[in-house]
Structures are given as C-alpha cells and as structure tokens.
C-alpha cells in the first residue's frame, strides 16, 4: 500500500478512516499496469515504430480519482479535505494536466485500455486473490 500508487493510497488511508488531503486542480489518466504492458508487447509483437502514447482513457482530477475509489470500495469521502496545488509545497512541481492522446496507438497497435472503473474491479480481484494466498 505504497503511496506511490495513489489508488492504493487513498483505499488505504480512506479504509482505516484517516483524513486525507486531495487536489482538486491536477489531472491525470490513470494506467492499468497490464494495460501499459499490453501495449509495450504489441509495440514490440507489430514491430512497430515510432513514438505511441500509452496511458488509461480516462482523464480526471485527482479528486475524482479519489472520490471514484471512495465509492467503489464504499469508504467514507467525509475524511477527505479538498485542496489546492499550491498549498501543498510539492517537492517537485506537477504539470496541472497530464495524460496522452492514445488515438495513433489504438490505431495502429490495437491498443484498448480498461476504463478507470474496470481497472479499479481487475485490481479488486488481485487484491482478494492476494489475500486468499
């Protein structure tokens, strides 16, 4: 449950009823990991070449991000305290939107990434089958 991985982060933190600070004015498009291997492996399968943008379709804030993992997991949204980029002293500064034009590779590679909701069910799963092992 590294905070690396915000997905991960916020199910924890929001699991064990932490408070917790999000931004609302940054964006992203969250990656499936498998998603982002299935594209490398038909980048290379294709032999293609070339620059392709590999990323999930689904572009949001982090906010929604968070929100959207708070509902999925049925975790209490009451804990988190909406903020600003600005207010959070970064180490590094972030872009306020990140994400890919993934067009050329759904084109030309096939390339189909899981909606956001469908990775947050995959990763469900693999969560419960980690702790069924």
């Known amino acids: 449950m590294s905070r ?52 999930g379709p689904d572009t949001m804030s982090i906010l929604e991000l968070v929100y959207k993992v708070a509902d999925f997991w049925k975790l209490d949204k009451s804990v988190i305290t909406i903020m600003k980029s600005e207010t959070l002293n970064q180490a590094a500064k972030r872009p306020p939107r990140t994400g890919f034009i993934i067009d050329k590779a759904r084109k030309v590679l096939g390339y189909n990434p899981h909606s956001f909701e469908e990775g947050l069910k995959i990763l469900d799963t693999q969560l419960r089958e980690r702790v069924m092992a």
């Open 4 to 55: 690396s991985n915000i997905v991960l982060w916020a199910k924890d933190a929001l699991g064990k009823g932490q408070k917790i600070n999000v931004i609302d004015d940054q964006f992203r498009s969250p990656t499936l990991s498998e998603d982002l291997a299935d594209g490398c492996i038909a980048i290379a399968d294709k032999g293609a070449t070339g620059i392709f943008h590999l990323s």
